[in-house]
C-alpha cells in the first residue's frame, strides 16, 4: 500500500537523526563544540585529527557481558541437529555478535528470516547455505523498521526496507514491504524525491522479470526486532554524548596550547622615554610573515650582544625580558578526569573498563564496582531472548520442524575468579545446591560441566586399627 510505504518511509526519516547520531558518536566522529563563533573560525581546524573516543566503550563493554552461546529445542532433540545445521551454514557465531553490538550502539537491530531458492538469481552462491535452506541476515535500522499498531505495539504492521540501487535510467530508490501475507516490491521514479506519487510497482529488470507482489505462506513478518527498550531502543552510550564533548573539548585545547610551552613568547619592558641604542634599535629578525625567507632579514649593522654559557647579555634602554607562561595542563586533564568518572557513572559502565592501566578492583570491591553493568546486562538477555526465541521457531517453520519450546542461554554476565567467589561456590555446595548448578553460575557453559563426572567418591570402609595380641603373663604360685 502507498500509504503505508509513505508512512514507514517518514518514520524512518524521523528516526534515522539519532541513529546517524548514535554511530558517529561510537565511531568517534564527530566535532569539536564551540561556544563561540569567532573561536571555532580561529581554532577548529587545529583540532581536527585529535580523536579521543571513550563513548564506544559503555557498548563494546556491554557486548563483551552479553554473549549467547546456545539455542535448542528441549522437547524435540532432532530439532537441535537443524539449528546447528543452519547455525553453521549461516556463520551466526560472526554475526550474532555483530547483531547484539548493533542492537546496543543504536538501539535497534533486524534479523531478516528467509527461504532460499535455487533459482533466485540474488542469492549468494553458497553451496552450504543452499543445502540448509534459510538464510539469516543482520540489517541496520539505517534502512530497514518494523512498524507497530498504535493501538497494541505488541503487534506487527509491516516491516519497510529501503535502499538505492542503479539502473540504466540512474540511481533509484527501491523499498519492499513486507506483511504476514505477501510482500510489496515498489521503486521510486528516477530523478524524483520519494513522495506518495513518486512510486510504481517494481517488475524487475530485462534480465530478470517478475511480479512486483509476491506471496508469504509463512503468515509472519520475516523481520524479528532486537531492542534494549519498547517499543524501540536507545543507544547505550547516548547518556554519555555530553561528556564525550566535554572530554573533547577539555583534550584538544590542551594540545593546541602544547606549541607555547616548546616555543613560549617573550616580552621586553622598556623605560619611557629611553633611547634604544647597542644595536637593540635594529632587531636581526624578519615579521613572522617572513619568518621563512631569509633573504628579508635586516643584516644592516652587527650586534654586540653574545650569549652562551659564561656569559650575560645587557640590553640598554629596557628595564626586564621576560616571557608569557604557558597554560598548565592539569587545568586540562583534572576536568577531563572528572568527565570519565561522570560518564562512567550516568553509562553505569565500571570506572576501570575507562582506564584499565589503574588499580582494577578486586573480591568484593570488584563486585560492587560491577554490579550496576551485571544488573544491566542481565536486563538485555531479557529483552533479547523473545526475539531470538521467535527468530529460531521461525527458522525451524521454514525448514518444516514445528517445535512448541526454544531454550536460549547466554554466557553469565559475572565469572567467579577470586577466591572469595570460590570459596561461595564452595558454601553452595556444603548446603546442598548441585554441583553443576554452582559452576555454572560460576561461568562454565552447561555443555562443559555435563561432560564433567561431579559424583561424590564412593565412600571407604573404615579402617579398623589392629590391635597386636599381648603375651600372656606367667603365674607363679604364691
Not at 547484539?100 to 533459482?119: E, Q
Not at 650582544?305 to 659564561?310: C, F, K, T, V
Not at 592539569?330 to 553509562?347: E, H, K, N
Not at 536460549?408 to 561461595?424: C, I, K, L, Y
Request: hydrophobic content about 35%; some cysteine; proline content about 8%.
Amino acid at each position: 500500500m502507498i500509504d503505508d510505504l509513505v508512512y514507514g518511509w517518514t518514520e524512518m526519516d524521523n528516526a534515522l537523526p539519532d541513529y546517524e547520531r548514535a554511530e558517529a558518536y561510537y565511531k568517534g566522529d564527530i566535532d569539536e563544540v564551540f561556544a563561540s563563533p569567532r573561536i571555532r573560525q580561529l581554532i577548529s581546524a587545529t583540532g581536527e585529527r585529535y580523536r579521543f573516543n571513550l563513548a564506544k566503550t559503555p557498548v563494546n563493554v556491554l557486548v563483551n557481558r552479553v554473549e549467547l552461546v546456545a539455542v535448542t529445542a528441549p522437547d524435540e532433540p532432532g530439532a537441535n541437529e537443524v539449528i546447528e545445521e543452519i547455525w553453521d551454514a549461516n556463520g551466526l557465531e560472526v554475526h550474532y555478535p555483530e547483531l547484539i553490538k548493533r542492537t546496543f550502539m543504536y538501539g535497534d537491530a533486524y534479523l531478516m528470516v528467509w527461504p532460499l531458492y535455487d533459482d533466485d538469481p540474488t542469492t549468494t552462491a553458497d553451496d552450504e547455505l543452499f543445502a540448509t535452506g534459510v538464510e539469516l541476515t543482520v540489517h541496520s535500522p539505517l534502512h530497514c523498521r518494523v512498524i507497530y499498531d498504535p493501538e497494541n505495539e505488541r503487534r506487527k504492521l509491516f516491516a519497510i526496507k529501503r535502499w538505492k540501487t542503479r539502473t540504466s535510467l540512474g540511481t533509484v530508490w527501491r523499498v519492499d514491504l513486507y506483511y504476514p501475507d505477501h510482500i510489496e516490491q515498489w521503486a521510486a521514479k528516477p530523478g524524483e524525491t520519494p513522495a506518495s506519487d513518486a512510486w510504481e510497482p517494481y517488475l524487475g529488470n530485462d534480465e530478470d522479470p517478475g511480479s512486483w507482489l509476491l506471496d508469504n505462506p509463512y503468515g509472519e513478518i520475516p523481520f524479528f526486532h532486537h531492542r534494549n527498550a519498547l517499543p524501540y531502543g536507545i543507544p547505550e552510550h547516548k547518556d554519555g554524548y555530553g561528556c564525550q564533548d566535554a572530554i573533547n573539548k577539555m583534550l584538544i585545547t590542551q594540545l593546541t596550547t602544547t606549541d607555547s610551552h616548546g616555543w613560549p613568547q617573550r616580552y621586553a619592558l622598556v623605560d619611557k622615554g629611553a633611547e634604544l641604542d647597542q644595536n637593540n634599535d635594529t632587531p636581526h629578525w624578519g615579521d613572522d610573515e617572513d619568518a621563512n625567507d631569509t633573504t628579508r632579514l635586516d643584516r644592516s649593522s652587527s650586534s654586540n650582544l653574545y650569549g652562551g654559557p659564561g656569559t650575560v647579555e645587557t640590553f640598554d634602554g629596557m628595564k626586564a625580558v621576560g616571557q608569557f607562561s604557558a597554560a598548565d595542563p592539569v587545568v586540562f586533564t583534572d576536568p577531563a578526569q572528572l568527565y570519565v568518572r561522570l560518564m562512567a557513572q550516568i553509562t553505569e559502565t565500571p570506572l576501570h573498563a575507562f582506564d584499565p592501566s589503574g588499580d582494577t578492583p578486586s573480591g568484593e570491591s570488584l563486585k560492587v564496582a560491577e554490579a550496576p553493568l551485571v544488573k544491566k546486562a542481565i536486563n538485555r538477555e531479557a529483552m533479547l531472548k523473545s526475539p531470538v526465541q521467535e527468530t529460531w521457531k521461525f527458522a525451524l517453520r521454514i525448514r518444516g520442524v514445528d517445535v512448541s519450546r526454544i531454550d536460549v542461554r547466554f554466557a553469565p554476565s559475572q565469572a567467579a575468579t577470586g577466591v572469595s567467589d570460590w570459596e561461595v561456590v564452595e558454601l553452595k555446595q556444603k548446603v546442598g545446591v548441585p554441583k553443576d548448578q554452582t559452576l555454572i553460575e560460576a561461568g562454565y557453559q552447561a555443555e562443559l560441566v555435563a561432560t564433567w563426572d561431579l559424583k561424590p567418591p564412593a565412600p571407604q570402609p573404615a579402617l579398623v586399627p589392629v590391635v597386636p595380641a599381648q603375651p600372656e603373663k606367667e603365674t607363679t604360685d604364691a
